[in-house]
């Protein structure tokens, strides 16, 4: 019982003392505030299934592969 109380404590010096570590020795020059990093627009047609897929369909009116054919 001794040795796991031990092991517990030894675990939480070592996850404060990094943590203390990190903080003590944080440069705010060297890296961009978390604020300052833009956030890119996800656009979910990208990723909808089926959108990279050949479909045995044929291509709509004014789509790109319709213009492409008709050209």
């Known amino acids: 019982m001794k040795l796991t109380v031990l092991a517990i404590a030894a675990f939480f010096l070592a996850v404060a003392g990094s943590f203390i570590w990190f903080v003590l020795t944080w440069d705010p020059n060297e890296r961009p505030a978390v604020g300052a990093v833009s956030v890119q627009t996800l656009h979910l047609a990208e ?25």
Do not use: E, V, Y
């Not at 909808?48 to 213009?67: F, L």
């Open 47 to 71: 990723f909808s299934p089926g959108a990279h897929s050949q479909s045995a369909q044929a291509p709509g009116p004014g789509t790109p592969q319709a213009d492409r054919i008709a050209a």
